[in-house]
């Protein structure tokens, strides 16, 4: 955990991320929560060497999980030309419920399967990105609709 980390509110919520460590099946897990869209992606098996190397790991899991989805390489690029990871406490409350929500959706799903391999993170990413969401303004959205609206408005 880092020592002295200030608070900090993204002025882009779209390039904003929250995670968070959980166990599950004797394995530590992150996930990772978009602030904006609520799109999730976990990354199973981390172990405290690998946090050295946790930017880049990120950006792999979160290309990989988007190429998987169909997003177009435009897309995908958007997020990945963003370089750099920051940490900072985190104020929204909202982001913290629905990744504490994920967190029980993905450990239910490990622990119904009994593995965290590749193929369940996989099927249980797709799973989750597609439940939706309501917040503030009484407007359901899907995260994984969202993050291609939010990103195309973006590019435009």
Not at 75 to 95: D, H, K, P, W
Request: net charge positive; hydrophobic share 40%; proline share 5%.
């Amino acid at each position: 955990k880092p020592k002295d980390v200030p608070d900090a509110l993204s002025s882009r919520p779209l390039l904003s991320w929250h995670a968070n460590v959980f166990r599950v099946l004797r394995q530590k897990v992150v996930v990772l929560v978009n602030d904006q869209t609520f799109f999730s992606i976990v990354l199973p098996g981390m172990k405290k060497v690998y946090y050295a190397d946790f930017p880049n790991i990120v950006r792999l899991c979160l290309q990989k999980t988007m190429i998987s989805e169909g997003y177009p390489i435009e897309y995908v690029n958007f997020l990945m030309a963003e370089s750099g990871i920051t940490y900072a406490r985190t104020c929204n409350r909202q982001v913290i419920s629905v990744m504490n929500d994920l967190v029980r959706h993905y450990t239910c799903d490990f622990e119904d399967a009994g593995s965290c391999d590749s193929n369940i993170v996989t099927w249980t990413q797709q799973r989750t990105n597609r439940i939706p969401f309501l917040a503030g303004t009484r407007k359901s959205w899907f995260p994984i609709e969202r993050l291609a609206a939010d990103i195309k408005a973006q590019l435009q």
